[in-house]
Structure formats: C-alpha cells, structure tokens
C-alpha cells in the first residue's frame, strides 16, 4: 500500500490543493492512502474520505499548540489549537488516535516545537517525521533521525504538500492498511526529494499569478477595472454576509407559508449559496442542480463576468437555458424547494421544474429576489422589478470585492453531499 504522509488541502488557510486535484494526482503517482493532515481540522479529510472512498484515508490535523504544531491521527472530531503539547496529546489518546511530530527541529519555522518541550513531546509521541520535503537543509531531518532512534520511536517520511506539483514528492509502503490496532507500521520503499529553492519559488510565482486561484492576475486586474467603473456609475454589491442574512429571511417565508420539503436543491451557479443557508435553517439536506445559459468565456472569465456581456451572447445564442445535470435521485419521492439567487423571465426555475418533474412529488421555487414580471416564484425576499440596473451584484459575479473568497468557499462546501455543509 503506497502512502502519503502530511498533506493540507485547501481546508488548511495556507492550502492550494482542491480535493479533485488531490484524487487526481495521487491516482496518477498510485498512491492510495493519504494521510490528510490539515491545519486545525478534519474537515478536509473527512470530504475527501466521503467523496473520494478509492482512497484509504487517515483523518488527522496538525494542530497548533502553545508551543508548536502537532500532529493528531485516526481522528474522530476536532481538537481546539492553543492548548499545551500535554493537552493536546491526551485529546488526540482520548480519540484512540496517534500522535505524530512533524518537522521537529526545523527552526526555520515558528510553527516547529519549541526547545524546552522536546524532551517530553519525543518521549510521549508515537510518530517522528523524519523527512520533510520542505525543509531546503538536511540537518534538522538528521537530528529528528537521531532522536527517533534515541526514544524508540516509528519515523515516517511527510511532504507537507500545500500546492498540487508538491503531491508524490515523498511516498512509502506499508505492507498493510495502517490502523491504530496494528501500530507501530514499518515504512519501506520510501521515495523522498527535498523542495530545492528554485521549486518552491516556481510554487511561489505561481501562487502569485493566479494559477490555483479562481482568477489569474490579468483577470484581477480586469475585474477589479469594472468593479471600480461599476460603482462609478452608482453600481454596489452584496457582501457574503448579506446574502446570508437574505436566505435565512428566505427560509423564514418558506417555514411561515407551512409548505415543509424535505430538500432544498440549489441552482448553481447562483442559487448555490442561498440554498446551502436556507437548507440550513430549515434543517433539511441540500442538493445541486446545473443550469446556465451559454456562455462566451475567455479564460475564466465568462460572459456574465463582463459588464454588458450578456446582450452579446443573447444575440449570438439567445438566452434560453441550458439543463447541465441528471435530476438527483435524493429528491425522487421527495417534497423539494428550489433556490436561484434572482428571477428576471423565470426560464431558469421553469427548465427546473421541467427537470424534476418525474421525480419530486412537490416542487415550489424559491430566490432572493425578484427582477421581472413574467414570472412569479412561490417565495421571494425582495421585489426589485422595474429597477433595471439599481440593483447590488452578488458575490459571485467575478468582479465582486469578496468573488475570491466566495470561490474559495465554493470549492469547499458547495457540492452535492448527504450533509448539510456548512460555511465558518
């Protein structure tokens, strides 16, 4: 069983690895067991283990304590950060989890154990990482070498993997499933390399430019140009947290009105978000369905991306929607609400309900706000017909101020799941 020890996805802050991405890319290096190791959560692990079942994966978190970061194992919940390294330790024990020591002596790191707990953090942990592939010297993996043997512990490769190129840069075998029962493991066919400047500055500039960003650099600027020529012209926009506070004065309408379904089904792109918060407040899972209009996109900039864009594609390809997903089976035999961010002619909620029709045994339509007069859904929270152009954009539209971090949010929760996800 080939093995990857210490990776973060994009639920660590510091994470640029998506969870296809990270599938994608230990299938092609034939890994198949991952040690998700995320800052401060198991959230990421836990979404990869449901979605991505192929894989063998350790639930784990490098945890920040009050003197250095430590790793927790074969988690079942959260640990809280900023307790002691003894503290810590008994909360990942109180689990059946195993405790790990990544990059112990690298001090080029604030995040690595400080001096004065090393005695007893090697004396009472089960794992030392004894190579980190982003350690540029050799001395601090020697040292955790030699302390690994000094207090008869089990020394494990990491590759602390934050961007994508990082992912297979450090491997090993064990010759069963690794389970807390059958610990300590003993890794062979160990294959490391070390992050050299020149890689990591590659990483670095990449980062910079955009490529594990929703926008690329000369995309930001473009966007950040309309933004800026929108309000301009007296344009505004919606912060996350107002759509937020909208979709629960939305789940309010639908709980008053006595109608109960028993799913809340987002229309993406826009309905997404609201529905995911309706969903919650009602208390009910939360399902997606695609349907957009088509689109003329340059790079990842789309024709809804651009200010005036949508009169040029609806005079190349008309405005009639396009269905992109299978009805879900979760709502067949299902009472279902169905959630989009505005309805201007309502060609988007009749493609719905033309979609669910054979499957849902009720289906009523749901959106935070109404722009025309051709069609009215069940429950809206604003009326905003005859005010063309006077109404704020939502966070999605890419030259919003928070687009970025709506994305970011949106590669973590918004997809189908068997939970109701949830945003911090």
Aim: aromatic share 10%.
């Amino acid at each position: 069983m080939k093995c990857m020890f210490h990776v973060h996805t994009i639920y660590s802050g510091d994470g640029r690895i998506t969870l296809p991405e990270l599938a994608r890319r230990s299938r092609a290096a034939g890994i198949n067991c991952l040690f998700i190791t995320d800052h401060n959560t198991i959230e990421g692990a836990l979404r990869f283990q449901e979605r991505f079942p192929e894989f063998l994966t350790i639930v784990g978190a490098e945890i920040m304590t009050t003197a250095g970061e430590i790793i927790g194992l074969f988690l079942k919940e959260e640990i809280a950060p900023s307790q002691s390294v003894e503290a810590t330790m008994a909360a990942i024990r109180a689990q059946g989890g195993i405790v790990a020591l990544p990059h112990p002596h690298d001090r080029w790191r604030p995040s690595s154990l400080k001096p004065e707990v090393h005695e007893f953090a090697f004396s009472k942990t089960d794992i030392v990482e004894v190579f980190n592939s982003r350690t540029f010297s050799a001395q601090p993996d020697q040292r955790a070498v030699a302390d690994c043997e000094r207090y008869g512990k089990v020394g494990l490769p990491g590759i602390d993997a934050h961007f994508p190129e990082e992912i297979g840069r450090a491997t090993f075998e064990l010759s069963e499933a690794p389970t807390p029962q059958n610990f300590p493991w003993a890794p062979r066919n160990i294959h490391v390399k070390r992050d050299s400047f020149f890689f990591r500055g590659c990483l670095r500039v990449k980062s910079i430019w955009g490529k594990y960003s929703a926008l690329t650099l000369p995309e930001r600027a473009f966007t950040r140009l309309q933004r800026m020529i929108f309000r301009l012209t007296g344009g505004s926009f919606f912060s996350l947290a107002e759509v937020k506070q909208l979709s629960v004065e939305l789940a309010a309408k639908v709980r008053d009105s006595g109608y109960v379904p028993e799913v809340v089904v987002g229309i993406a792109n826009g309905g997404l978000y609201p529905a995911l918060h309706v969903a919650q407040n009602l208390g009910l899972p939360f399902e997606t369905i695609r349907i957009t209009h088509r689109q003329i996109r340059i790079g990842n900039l789309d024709t809804d991306d651009v200010i005036g864009g949508c009169y040029l594609r609806d005079a190349l390809y008309g405005n009639e929607p396009v269905v992109l997903s299978e009805c879900p089976e979760s709502i067949r035999g299902r009472k279902i609400l169905l959630v989009d961010d505005d309805c201007t002619r309502g060609q988007t909620f009749r493609a719905a309900l033309e979609l669910v029709a054979g499957s849902a045994t009720e289906a009523k339509t749901a959106c935070i706000r109404v722009l025309g007069g051709e069609y009215n859904p069940d429950y809206a929270v604003r009326d905003h017909r005859g005010r063309a152009f006077k109404f704020p954009r939502f966070p999605w539209y890419k030259y919003s101020p928070e687009y970025l971090r709506y994305a970011r949010l949106r590669e973590k929760w918004l997809y189908p799941s068997r939970y109701i996800a949830r945003f911090e």
